[in-house]
């Protein structure tokens, strides 16, 4: 399918598929974190190839500014504990993400969300608070894993977790394969060794308990019942 005859949640879908993960790349205020630029990076050049826009908005009348007050411990150099009273501007807002198809304009999504900075002046914590409201859509959005670590550990235990998956649906498929099979010969048993045959052509040994991966698992179930006729 070309990428022009694809749906805004098929191009969405296309976007998350390839940002699922993404190292932290900064450290600040004792914590690690995914930059908003190495966000932007590995994700608007996608929104170009799908032909997307995203328009954020703060929702008219929404906004509210007001003092901010905490209390920071410090030290002196001395090693004494001090508290330290600051005093900032809290900016708050209701706001909406838009997705656009580009290529059909009316097609759009329209995802809620909102903003919240503080800094020493109203202007700071404004742009504070959208800088922090676009990195965390973006990464909540489209579900974004943020490893202290090398990326391919987090794809590792993905696609242990897959596989694990994949081999539950395809014991329970094994279950119905069994069941179906000990039926037909219980009214078939001249069948037993042609059944036999017939399941050393998916797994060695025809020992079907040993199949992990559901498509081998629906195909054999499958299968069985059109070269044996069995009805549903």
Sequence with gaps: MADQDLNIYQK????????????KNKSGYGY?????????ARISG???????SLIPCVVRGSAAVEPYHSKKTKSTKNGEIYEE???EVLVSADMTFTWVNNENPEERVEVPW????????????????????MRYFLLKFFNVATPDDDPDNWRSKQQA?????DKMIAEQIIQTVDETIKHFLAENPS????????????VKGGNY????????????????????????
């Design 12 to 23: 969405l879908s296309k976007i998350r598929k390839q940002v699922e993960v993404i190292q």
């Design 32 to 40: 690690k974190y995914v930059s908003e630029d190495e966000i932007l």
């Design 46 to 52: 996608l929104m170009d190839k799908y032909s997307l």
């Design 85 to 87: 009273n600051v005093n």
């Design 114 to 133: 909102i903003l919240v900075g503080h800094q020493s002046d109203g202007s700071q914590s404004f742009g504070s608070g959208l800088s922090y409201a």
């Design 161 to 165: 977790a897959g596989a694990a998956e």
């Design 191 to 202: 069948k037993n060794e042609e059944v036999k045959k017939f399941a050393a052509k998916y």
């Design 209 to 232: 308990f040993a199949i992990t991966e559901s498509v081998l698992a629906s195909k054999l179930l499958t299968d069985f019942k059109e070269t044996f006729k069995i009805k549903e």
